[in-house]
């Protein structure tokens, strides 16, 4: 760099040099001067104004800097190297750029880009099928005015976007389509849409094919049962053998119906639509009912059941839903509780729930089985299970029954100790709650409360 200075330095010397010789024998030794001086000026304005006219021209990117010498040639080389390789680099990002906009355009799913206040940015071809967005001319336009389903303002306004929502296309009602929204960046969103259409469909149809199957198999067993009751009614004269075998075929087609009829339920809760007319259920009549039903069911066990409900609640809720629900939970409760056990309903307002819950002190269940023991056909002990009658089915449709309510199934258990089954509806359910006088209400503290816990939605 140096040596550059240096050089230019030399040459003005140079010039002056001479200029002032031929100044010195012409006797006009300023004159001389002033014009090696006015020629070097202007030998640097003629690279200035090149370099201006070169850096103002619109395709700066494609013509090469002016050539030149000395300083000014360095200056010019050391602007066309960065030239260079700003071009590679630009090449390189438009190539990246180029990839992810052609693999986003392979997308089948929809990608949408929206802006922090709410309006359109970008979008992949996919969204312009699904969707029907046009570009440019739904650029920049609210997302809002564009996609107008109630059901997706609402999702898109919650901020909470943890489980995607499922609408019809609008364009197209055979279109099925799940929106997932995604946060980025400040508050910006990134809709990813998918086409479901095609497992919707299968969706439907497994539920059909359950449906029809468990209500086809309703008149065969009913028909099965009934021989085998009649014929076991008059199994005198049959041997010990016969008699034996009828008796494990009444055993295994009363499981028989017993499954048939729980999938029928789970078919009927999967598929009707949530109704908005609740019942006012009172909360202590039904666990007196409940209780009484179970105990009878499970009067060999001579199990003691309690009741633990301070105020008369009333909820708002499908009543033989919530019968349901919580007659398979004490029912389990029973079947899983050794002779003498102890089974407490109970019912309380808690700080953000209303809270039903049935407690046992029997076999318990250990952790791990905990978070898969609402799925169907989900058996902790199968054995155990089918010897008792259990279906695998009974916890899937208390899930699903809290589901239709808005709440939240929790179970607390300890191997040994007994178990918690907690249903927790929205307080909003709770209609009234009038403080008990009677002194007819059964309270207690609960002992030992187990300490494993599982929450499941
Ligand atoms: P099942 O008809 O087999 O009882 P469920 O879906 O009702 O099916 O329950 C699933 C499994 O959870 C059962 O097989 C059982 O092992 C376990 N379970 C349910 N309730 C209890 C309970 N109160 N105590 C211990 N284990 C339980």
Redesign the pocket.
């Known amino acids: 760099l140096l040596r550059d200075w240096r050089k230019e330095l030399n040459r003005l010397l140079i010039v002056t040099f001479i200029f002032g010789c031929v100044g010195y024998f012409l006797n006009a030794m300023t004159l001389a001067l002033l014009i090696a001086l006015a020629l070097y000026i202007g030998q640097n304005f003629y690279q200035l104004r090149r370099l201006h006219k070169w850096l103002s021209q619109d395709h700066i990117n494609k013509s090469e800097p002016p050539e030149s010498f000395g300083l000014w040639g360095d200056i010019l080389d050391g602007i066309y190297r960065l030239q260079k390789r700003e071009r590679k680099s630009s090449r390189k990002l438009k190539a990246i750029i180029d990839k992810a906009q052609e693999s986003s355009a392979a997308l089948e799913m929809a990608v949408v880009m929206v802006s922090k206040h709410s309006t359109l940015v970008w979008w992949n071809k996919a969204a312009e099928t699904l969707l029907g967005l046009h570009f440019p001319n739904d650029q920049n336009q609210a997302v809002l005015n564009l996609i107008r389903d109630p059901r997706f303002a609402d999702y898109f306004n919650s901020g909470s976007f943890t489980e995607p929502v499922v609408i019809t296309s609008p364009g197209n009602k055979n279109l099925i389509l799940e929106y997932h929204i995604t946060l980025f960046g400040e508050n910006e969103r990134l809709i990813i849409v998918r086409d479901i259409t095609q497992i919707h469909r299968l969706e439907l149809m497994r539920k059909d094919f359950v449906g029809n199957v468990s209500h086809e198999l309703g008149t065969p067993i009913t028909v099965i049962k009934g021989y085998l009751e009649n014929i076991l009614d008059n199994a005198d004269d049959l041997s010990e053998m016969w008699r034996n075998a009828l008796l494990q075929m009444q055993q295994q087609s009363n499981r028989m119906e ?1 499954i048939v009829q ?1 999938l029928l339920l789970l078919a009927s809760l999967e598929t009707k639509v949530i109704a908005n007319h609740q019942e006012s259920v009172n909360v202590r009549t039904l666990l007196n009912e409940i209780k009484s039903d179970t105990a009878q069911i499970f009067a060999d066990k001579s199990h003691e059941f309690k009741i633990d409900c301070a105020n008369e609640y009333t909820i708002s809720a499908d009543r033989s839903e919530l019968y349901s629900a919580i007659s ?2 004490a ?3 029973a ?3 050794p002779v003498g056990g102890t089974i407490i309903l109970s019912a309380r307002r808690e700080q953000d729930s209303f809270d039903i819950e ?1 407690q ?1 002190n ?4 250990e952790k791990h ?1 905990l978070p898969r ?2 799925e ?7 054995s ?3 010897e ?11 899930k699903h029954i809290m589901v239709r309510h808005g709440a939240n199934l929790k ?1 607390i ?1 300890n191997p040994e100790k ?2 918690r ?1 907690i249903c927790s509806l929205p307080l909003a359910r709770l209609i009234d709650s009038t403080e008990d006088s009677s002194g007819a209400n059964n309270t207690h503290t609960i002992p030992d409360r187990p300490d494993i816990g599982a929450r499941l939605h």
């Not at 029997?362 to 269940?365: E, F, H, Q, T």
């Not at 259990?390 to 899937?396: I, P, R």
């Open positions: 017993n729980d398979n939970l029912i389990n409760a079947k899983y509780t049935v046992d029997g076999i318990g269940i089985h023991l609402t169907r056909f989900y058996r902790v002990d199968a155990r299970s089918s008792s009658g259990g279906t695998g089915l009974g916890l899937a449709i208390v179970i258990s007994g178990s089954f």
